[in-house]
């Protein structure tokens, strides 16, 4: 999900007087007892969508902006897209405009390009039945917005603007925003029925703007889980990121609470059942996952990071004499964990490599920091050496406070380590060795095993010892290890 930002000073029009400032200032205004007040509100809308609105109006057709532009301008916040709904049917919207792309022609949908710039507009309609719980197996063009409202997911998600009708809002979308509930349109069976996605989607717009769900909704998706079987591994991990990456990535529990996890994620559930009785930890494994997520760094890799550390700790749990629980060896069970289930997620290689390697070094520097163990990390982490900060912050915050202070501490010394490696230039890796793989092939060190065995002895060396990174001194080294073998 795109990160969007607070619109300053937005600028509504209500009851003739000009106000102001965010959604959330105007509540005492908008959510007046007079429900005709929404009628007077002015949404602000980009130039280029205006000018398709009039197009298509001066031919003759009905057209809004809808979904979620209107309920994101209604928040005060800036729309990422602009979507258009219309009576006009496809033909007809691509016989308006001179460039147009057939985006899905079948569902009704033509994207209008103006400049670089593309806007989806839709036929209004209704859906058919939806065999496989993803997609309906047709669609039908009505001539009726109220139809096509209808057949949307949530009623924040169901309102519709122009600025000559004003707010067109048929379910009550409007008082779930000044509630702050997440309520389908209709009967929420029936919406989780049709797309059973829409039962993540709930949850994570709960989880971006801090919405409670309806217990109708709430009861559906307990109901309904096991159909999200049914929905693709990228379209659930969407859903999944979206939520991760939100003010509120705790709202996991809710997924798990409802039967969600149990599905896509049955690891996380494994971990909910797996006790943490030891005086560093406070929470079961996977209350401590989620923990560690909300008190982290609002980013994809180290959120990922966070939900998966600890992931393999069920499979390797002991329990002494004492009750005391014990994980010996649970950071690569993780990581191997990890490389299963992100796969499975359909992420991409780069993403998985990255989280693999912090989950597996992520209960490194516990102990005294030294410069050699900051540049060791360094040549293990590469650049992410800052996430890995950021996830061992968040490991710590998310544990007990026995020792908190003493493992912060111990912490900020390896990151103060960390920018004077830097600032010193000091290498942590072969590339910035002072020699190659040419400089030993000149003393006869032929190219295969043999050489890269000895470039890497040479780094651990320069690791634990910078100054004899030059290119003389580590020819001698490298001749040595050739006549000692």
Same mark, same amino acid.
């Given at each position: 999900?795109?990160?969007r930002?607070? #619109? ?11 106000i ?5 200032d105007l $509540?005492?205004?908008?959510f007046?007892?007079? &429900?005709?007040?929404?009628?007077y509100?002015?949404?602000e809308? &980009?130039?280029k %969508?205006?000018?398709?609105?009039d197009?298509?109006?001066e031919a ?5 902006? /809808? ?19 219309t ?5 007809? /919207?691509?016989?308006?405009?001179? $460039? ?9 949908? %033509?994207?209008?390009m ?5 806007y989806e507009i839709?036929?209004y309609?209704t +859906?058919?039945?939806?065999? +496989? ?9 009505v ?11 949530f ?18 979308g409007?008082?779930d ?5 997440i309520?389908?349109?209709?009967? #929420? ?5 049709e ?10 717009? *709960?989880a ?7 217990k109708? %909704?709430? +009861? *559906? ?16 991990t ?8 939100s ?11 409802t039967?969600?996890? #149990?599905?896509?994620?049955p690891?996380?559930?494994? =971990?909910?059942?797996?006790p ?10 996977g ?8 008190v982290?760094? @609002?980013d994809?890799i180290v959120?990922l ?5 600890d992931?393999g700790?069920p ?5 002494d ?9 649970? &950071?690569g069970?993780s990581?191997?964990m990890?490389?299963e289930?992100?796969?499975r997620?359909k ?6 490599r990255?989280?693999? $390697? ?6 490194h =520097? @516990? ?10 990390? /360094?040549? %293990? ?9 950021e996830?061992? $912050?968040?490991?710590i915050?998310?544990?007990s406070?026995?020792?908190? @202070?003493e493992?912060l ?17 000091e290498?942590? *890796?072969?590339?910035s060795?002072?020699?190659?793989g ?5 003393i ?6 043999d050489?890269g065995?000895i ?5 651990e060396?320069?690791i634990? +010892?910078?100054?004899i990174?030059?290119k003389?001194?580590?020819l001698e ?9």
């Amino acid at each position: 999900m795109h990160s969007r930002t607070q #619109a300053p000073g937005k600028k509504y029009v209500i009851y003739g007087r000009e106000i102001r400032g965010t959604y959330r200032d105007l $509540r005492p205004f908008c959510f007046a007892d007079t &429900p005709a007040l929404w009628q007077y509100m002015k949404i602000e809308i &980009p130039e280029k %969508v205006n000018r398709i609105l009039d197009k298509l109006s001066e031919a003759g057709f009905e057209a809004y902006v /809808v979904g979620g532009c209107v309920r994101d301008s209604l928040l005060g916040i800036v729309p990422n897209d602009w979507d258009i709904t219309t009576n006009a049917l496809p033909m007809q /919207v691509k016989e308006l405009f001179r $460039r147009t792309v057939d985006t899905g022609l079948q569902h009704g949908t %033509v994207t209008v390009m103006i400049g670089d710039d593309g806007y989806e507009i839709t036929t209004y309609r209704t +859906d058919g039945n939806y065999t +496989d719980g993803r997609h309906p197996d047709n669609v039908t063009f009505v001539p009726d917005l109220k139809e096509d409202l209808a057949r949307r997911d949530f009623t924040i998600n169901a309102m519709a603007y122009n600025d000559r009708d004003g707010l067109v809002d048929l379910f009550g979308g409007t008082e779930d925003l000044k509630n702050g509930i997440i309520r389908c349109v209709g009967k #929420a069976d029936e919406r989780f029925t049709e797309d059973a996605l829409r039962m993540m989607r709930a949850i994570r717009f *709960s989880a971006r703007f801090g919405f409670a769900m309806d217990k109708e %909704v709430r +009861d *559906s998706i307990t109901k309904l889980s096991p159909t999200l079987s049914r929905v693709s591994a990228e379209r659930i991990t969407s859903e999944f990121l979206g939520l991760l990456t939100s003010d509120h990535p705790e709202m996991i529990k809710d997924m798990y609470e409802t039967g969600l996890t #149990a599905v896509f994620f049955p690891e996380f559930d494994e =971990a909910v059942k797996t006790p943490q009785n030891h005086p560093h930890h406070c929470f079961n494994v996977g209350d401590h996952l989620v923990e560690s997520v909300r008190v982290s760094k @609002n980013d994809r890799i180290v959120r990922l990071t966070m939900i998966l550390h600890d992931i393999g700790k069920p499979g390797t749990l002991k329990i002494d004499e004492e009750g005391i629980t014990h994980f010996h060896g649970h &950071p690569g069970l993780s990581a191997d964990m990890a490389d299963e289930i992100l796969k499975r997620w359909k992420l991409d290689n780069d993403t998985i490599r990255r989280v693999c $390697r912090l989950v597996r070094y992520h209960d490194h =520097a @516990n102990s005294e920091c030294t410069p050699a163990k900051v540049r060791r990390a /360094v040549s %293990v982490l590469e650049d992410d050496v800052p996430l890995f900060f950021e996830v061992k $912050r968040a490991d710590i915050l998310a544990q007990s406070d026995y020792l908190r @202070n003493e493992k912060l501490q111990i912490l900020a010394d390896y990151m103060a380590a960390y920018e004077d490696v830097i600032a010193r230039k000091e290498c942590c *890796s072969l590339k910035s060795l002072a020699i190659s793989g040419a400089e030993l092939k000149e003393i006869g060190i032929k190219p295969g095993p043999d050489m890269g065995r000895i470039l890497k002895s040479l780094l651990e060396m320069v690791i634990e +010892d910078p100054a004899i990174n030059e290119k003389g001194r580590l020819l001698e080294l490298a001749g040595t290890m050739t006549e000692n073998e």
